[in-house]
């Protein structure tokens, strides 16, 4: 695929692709909900260049569902009422996920760093960090069942 | 959503043929991460971005035992800055600092290099670098210099460095006994940062974020006029995040705390 220079992950994903699971709204790196993550490190796809991602592996939260299974961190979103109007989700999600990945057994001062750069302006943010600890154990405990 | 300008892209992983490309109207970038919102801003606005983060010359973080330093190529991410074991063993302040930069998607993409050249007063790598008395490496096509942090940047947003120029590596001693690193932060910029190394004899000051660049002064241990001298003589900045005047408030109640010294 080809794209121009000036092309923004976000445009690409949204405008192109017709992924709209990645919303933009600050387009300063500020909020968050435009979290997708490159190579799983978690970006600002509404300030990265697509042609950046040239050779590397992208996911966004399309691609976290495996058919009709959601991700356990997209339950456990669910089971703790981590949402309301939901604009932010797919960026919280999005950067739980890319904690989970990096440090599966975070502490609550790693989830609260990780969390920091995503704003939500409903639920008052105790929800959403409740999800991401029940992801956690969850996974935690996936895991050692794949162990024994 | 702001749609930026037509932009052109050099790339390539030799560093040669990047310094060959930069110039007027060829800038330099590596994360991207102010500059793409400047320049969807129109506050830049370059012709050809010429990529860095794929160079491997700008990309190693190593050590040298025999002098006692570490040298970390500008295009190294804040996360592997924060994450790398030889940072976290030798300059621990500074791999805590760059584990606190913005946010998790800027500590991802965001560069030392970055951070520097764009020279924004609100930033704690600057502060912290010149207070472990790092230097900067900057070539161009045609040569190479050595500069103190406070040599590269001298203003806001503002270095030293010419149109041709790119920073290559910032070597840094390592950490002194004594160091650390303070910063007073509400959004997601620091407001005020201020990193010490104190001994028996000395206090060394540095103080970022606030002030136009960052402000390094050598006293000797004690010498409480100096500090308030220093302090008062400041030039805080005035913006959403306060006036001067509590600024200057705020610093000194951390220095009085940290000092156990009136400022
Ligand atoms: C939301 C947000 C929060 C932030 N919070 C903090 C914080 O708490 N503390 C902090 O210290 N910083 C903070 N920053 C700043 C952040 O550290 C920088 O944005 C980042 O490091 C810049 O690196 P980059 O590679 O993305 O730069 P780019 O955007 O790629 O480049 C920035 C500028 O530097 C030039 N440049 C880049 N590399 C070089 C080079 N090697 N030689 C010459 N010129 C070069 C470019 O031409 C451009 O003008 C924050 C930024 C954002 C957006
Ligand atoms: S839209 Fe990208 S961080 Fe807000
Ligand atoms: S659920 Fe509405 S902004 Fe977070």
Known sequence: ML??????????????????????????????VCTVLVDGDPVSSCATLACDLDGTEVLTVEGLARGRDLHPVQEAFMDANALQCGFCTPGFIMMAVALLDAHPDADQAEVREWMDGNLCRCTGYDPIETAVTVAASRLAAATAEDGQ | MAVLPELGLVRSSDLDEVLAAVGHDYAPYAGGTELVPATGLGLRRPAVIVDLK????????????????????????????????????HLPTLAAAASHVGNARVRSTG??????????????LGCVLLALGATADVRSATGARTLGIDELIVGAFETSLAEDEILTTVTVPF???????????SYE???????????????????????????????????????????????????????????????????QRALGAAA
């Not at chain 2, 970055?114 to 930033?123: Q, V």
């Not at chain 2, 103080?207 to 010498?223: C, F, N, Y």
Request: charged letters at 25%; hydrophobic letters at 40%; aromatic letters at 4%.
């Open chain 1, 3 to 32: 794209v121009p220079v000036r092309l923004t992950v976000a445009e690409l994903l949204r405008d192109r692709l017709g992924l709209t699971g990645t919303k933009v709204s600050c387009e300063m790196q500020v909020c968050g």
């Open chain 2, 54 to 89: 794929r160079v491997d010359a700008l990309k190693g973080i190593e050590v040298d035992a025999g002098a006692g330093s570490v040298t970390i190529g500008a295009a190294v991410t804040h996360r592997r800055l924060s994450d790398h074991p030889v940072v976290r063993e």
């Open chain 2, 111 to 124: 560069t030392v290099g970055g951070n520097l050249c764009f020279a924004e007063p609100r930033s704690d």
């Open chain 2, 175 to 185: 950490e002194p006994a004594g160091m650390s690193y303070w910063k007073l932060q």
């Open chain 2, 189 to 255: 910029r620091p407001t005020l940062g201020v990193a010490l190394v104190v001994s028996d004899s000395q206090w060394e000051v540095t103080v970022g974020a606030a002030t136009e660049r960052p402000t390094r002064i050598v006293l000797a241990a004690g010498d409480t006029a100096g500090l308030a001298d220093f302090v008062g003589g400041l030039e805080l900045s005035d913006d959403m995040t306060g006036p001067p005047d509590y600024k200057r408030s705020v610093l000194r109640a951390h220095l």
